[in-house]
């Protein structure tokens, strides 16, 4: 596609359920992002992938979140036994590679809402 | 603790005035980024500064690098309805892992 794609847009759960998110970042590039934003607030890093490195997990919050990229491509971002302090807006974003400098692409998020 | 500290947090302002928002750390970022958000959408990339004391111009927009590089400025001249929106700052210290202001929410009133 022309841009980061995620979905869903909207996801409302109930405590204690499991949830996963998909990003299709923007075709050619090997570098991928997730962050979380709070309501109006700036955002927060969660997770980092670079082509076949190992991810940069030392954003996500708790043993409960966890993502993967399979194929270099799509990833998903699970968070499990949801909470209330969940919910949020969950944002893809990649670039071309990790070159400093490089233009980064957000997606539209995924707003999360734990009931 | 946020990293970046923006300020200020909220701004309303009447159609034709000037604003100008602070990203301020104590932290050397190799560049940093300007970006603005609308509800509903991803943060998009308005401008890069990476030279310390850059200088940028965006049409009514200009964006300055600290010398140091640790802190900038992004100001807003005859502020527009279409200005509207959540602006956030984003240091990059290495490897385009970007760190994020907490965001400065500007109104402008027609």
């Known amino acids: 596609g022309a841009g980061v794609s995620q979905s869903p847009s909207n996801k409302v759960t109930e405590k204690g359920k499991d949830v996963e998110l998909r990003c299709d970042p923007i075709s050619g590039h090997t570098a991928l992002y997730w962050y979380r934003q709070s309501l109006g607030q700036g955002l927060e890093f969660l997770i980092y992938?670079?082509?076949?490195?190992?991810?940069?997990k030392s954003g996500l919050p708790s043993d409960r979140f966890s993502a993967e990229r399979t194929g270099g491509s799509v990833s998903t971002l699970t968070i499990q036994r949801t909470q209330q302090e969940d919910s949020a807006v969950y944002l893809c974003?990649?670039?071309?590679?990790?070159?400093?400098?490089?233009?980064?692409?957000f997606g539209e998020g995924s707003w999360l809402t734990v009931v | 603790t946020q990293l970046l500290e923006q300020s200020p947090q909220f701004l309303s302002i009447q159609e034709g005035e000037n604003l100008t928002v602070y990203c301020n750390s104590s932290?050397?970022?190799?560049?940093l980024q300007w970006y603005r958000q609308e509800p509903g959408e991803g943060p998009v990339l308005l401008v890069t500064?990476?030279?310390?004391?850059e200088v940028k111009k965006l049409k009514r927009l200009t964006f300055q690098f600290g010398d140091a590089r640790k802190d900038s400025s992004l100001h807003i001249t005859a502020a527009q309805p279409g200005d509207t929106g959540l602006y956030l700052c984003a240091g990059d210290r290495a490897g385009n892992m970007l760190t994020f202001g907490g965001g400065t929410r500007l109104m402008v009133k027609p």
């Open positions: 500064v990476v030279t310390g004391g």
């Open positions: 992938f670079q082509g076949n490195s190992a991810p940069d």
């Open positions: 974003a990649s670039t071309l590679d990790g070159t400093s400098g490089n233009t980064i692409y």
């Open positions: 932290s050397v970022f190799s560049s």
